[in-house]
């Protein structure tokens, strides 16, 4: 996706036309709509598992053939005939037929926090609500509270969640911007093959979210600006310029493209990944030094003589500073310590050995154990926690005490199955409302790992929710807790809680925190994950897979441990496993 130090790695992916991405958004709305439907859950469920398959398979499936489709775990002989007249039409019937009954504007309603697919369905039906603007008008106009299940209560979060909305418009998730990057970046390459593309912003600095794409193109030249404006995603052209052109791209992510000389490429790739304020600092550097920078190089104010641009490494250097890497560029003392050649070797994808988070089809996964061991040797793992759900998650078939030890001896018996990798008889256990935990300590004790998280209950108020954890926190037998805040990005903000206190619980009683590495969750965030290494806490990344394919998001949460200025020291699991389950809390 980006750079690691300086430096950056061309990208690949998806090419042209329809690709996966565009095929899984369409059948995530599908599931929404059919939500909204009131169909059978265990439809709505096919369609989002096959929408989250798409999305991570790394080969492009409107290229595939049916027998092709059909060997994908997840895709049926009717889903696989959904995408080929998707691929080979640029439309799906049954979703056109959907959108018919449901005005697709009702997904945006649906996707507001505490709003489920019943309420969007009566708001629909009752009031005629088709817009995020008719929903504000009647929730002013204290149409709502009258709704049966509504009430007064109801219509405040709703308007609260609408406010929130409004400061989250025009973001885009990260990992959904590095895809249309890769995308992107393979249709150019394919059409001028010696030209370096390279993604910057907040994208190169690692940012859980993005507000646009921006790419530059070093040596490039200016036919290069019709074929970026005749990519296949490309919805409309905003502006097209000789050296500079922006479009708008499906799923409304703005892409702008920049030609660079080489002789600039440094210059640039500094300049354009930013953050403003980091630039800031940098130019009043270079100022108190009698030079000038900017986006073409770095230059002596007097001569005008150029002597700097062509690496971000010389524009550091010559301004006394070691190299920042991407991810630190925010003004939170990476200046500082680039001037005393301080900085981190922050922790890196390559660093983790082993993923301490993952679910099977024994409750809400879709692979079996062995499938999930298979995952994790391919993404470079040498272990696995397997931790599937306990049993106040009914709506994932959570797991008892008696279904929890039965699942972990199947889990140890086929330790060893799967060469290179050992695997880990773990369970993610729910923390009650009063903080309780979900499974008896004689059963959590003869697990391997237990990951404590917080599943239910979000509106506790910051007193209750905080208890709640610290109470969970005292359990001997917890040994992570898991996306700490519970948020998901662009959806649901965090629960109310006060970090400080947890972060300082855990470091006292040894209980990791975990940078949950789903892409719209990113839980624990960089400032919280940096918190807790100052203060003294232990850290895990883990994935919170439920498929083969989730252990690539690894790499999200490693980034979020890279803005967090994160050791591979830091990181509980990069150490070898024998090494790790030492340091676990239940063998302190």
Not at 508 to 527: T, W
Not at 544 to 550: L, N, P, R
Request: glycine content about 10%.
């Amino acid at each position: 996706m980006g750079a690691r130090g300086c430096s950056i790695s061309r990208s690949s992916a998806t090419g042209s036309g329809l690709d996966n991405t565009t095929i899984s958004r369409v059948f995530v709305q599908i599931a929404d709509l059919l939500e909204i439907k009131g169909e059978n859950p265990f439809r709505i469920r096919a369609y989002r598992t096959a929408a989250e398959v798409i999305a991570n398979s790394a080969e492009r499936l409107s290229g595939l053939d049916e027998p092709q489709l059909l060997r994908i775990p997840g895709i049926g002989k009717d889903l696989a005939r959904k995408i080929q007249e998707l691929a080979a039409t640029g439309h799906l019937a049954y979703h056109q037929a959907l959108l018919q009954e449901f005005p697709s504007s009702l997904i945006d309603i649906l996707r507001l926090q505490g709003v489920g697919a019943k309420t969007v369905a009566l708001l629909h039906t009752e009031l005629g609500v088709r817009t995020l603007e008719d929903l504000e008008h009647a929730a002013r106009g204290g149409r709502l509270r009258d709704l049966r299940g509504m009430g007064a209560r109801k219509e405040e979060l709703i308007l609260k969640a609408l406010d929130e909305r409004r400061r989250r418009e025009g973001r885009h998730l990260m990992a959904h911007v590095a895809r249309s990057a890769r995308g992107l970046i393979e249709y150019l390459q394919e059409i001028a093959p010696a030209v370096e593309f390279i993604p910057v912003g907040s994208l190169r600095r690692g940012c859980e979210t993005c507000g646009d794409l921006d790419v530059l193109a070093v040596g490039g030249t200016g036919d290069l600006m019709d074929r970026f404006a005749q990519y296949g995603l490309v919805e409309r052209v905003l502006v097209k310029g000789d050296t500079k052109s922006s479009v708008m791209l499906r799923g409304g992510l703005q892409a702008d493209l920049r030609l660079v000389p080489q002789e600039s490429r440094g210059a640039a790739m500094q300049y354009f990944t930013g953050s403003k304020l980091h630039n800031i600092v940098l130019r009043d550097r270079a100022m108190q030094r009698g030079l000038k920078l900017n986006e073409y190089g770095l230059y002596r104010v007097e001569s005008g003589e150029r002597i700097g641009g062509a690496t971000e490494e010389e524009i550091y250097e010559r301004l006394g500073l070691a190299c920042v890497p991407p991810e630190l560029r925010e003004n939170r003392g990476e200046i500082e310590a680039a001037e005393a050649h301080a900085l981190p070797r922050l922790v890196a994808l390559e660093d983790l050995k082993g993923d301490l988070h993952a679910h099977t089809n024994v409750t809400d996964g879709r692979d079996d154990i062995e499938a999930m061991a298979l995952g994790a040797r391919a993404a470079g793992l040498s272990y696995l926690a397997i931790t599937d759900h306990s049993q106040s998650l009914s709506m994932a078939n959570g797991l008892d005490e008696r279904r929890a030890l039965e699942h972990a001896a199947r889990i140890r018996a086929l330790n060893g199955r799967v060469e290179g990798v050992t695997l880990l008889a773990g369970i993610e256990c729910d923390i009650r409302p009063d903080g309780a935990m979900d499974l008896a300590d004689d059963c959590l004790a003869q697990l391997d790992l237990v990951i404590a998280s917080v599943h239910s209950a979000f509106n506790q108020d910051e007193s209750q929710m905080t208890r709640r954890i610290l109470r969970a926190l005292e359990c001997p037998f917890v040994d992570v807790l898991g996306h700490p805040t519970g948020r998901l990005i662009l959806r649901r903000e965090p629960y109310r809680v006060e970090m400080g206190k947890i972060i300082d619980a855990a470091a006292r009683q040894g209980v990791a925190l975990e940078i949950n590495c789903q892409v719209d969750r990113l839980d624990l965030n960089d400032a919280h994950a940096r918190l807790a290494r100052e203060r003294g806490a232990n850290i895990v990344i883990a994935t919170d897979a439920h498929a083969q394919a989730g252990f690539s998001a690894l790499e999200w949460g490693a980034l979020v441990a890279r803005r967090a200025w994160l050791r591979p020291e830091d990181v509980l699991n990069t150490k070898p496993v024998e090494e790790f389950q030492k340091l676990l809390r239940r063998h302190r």
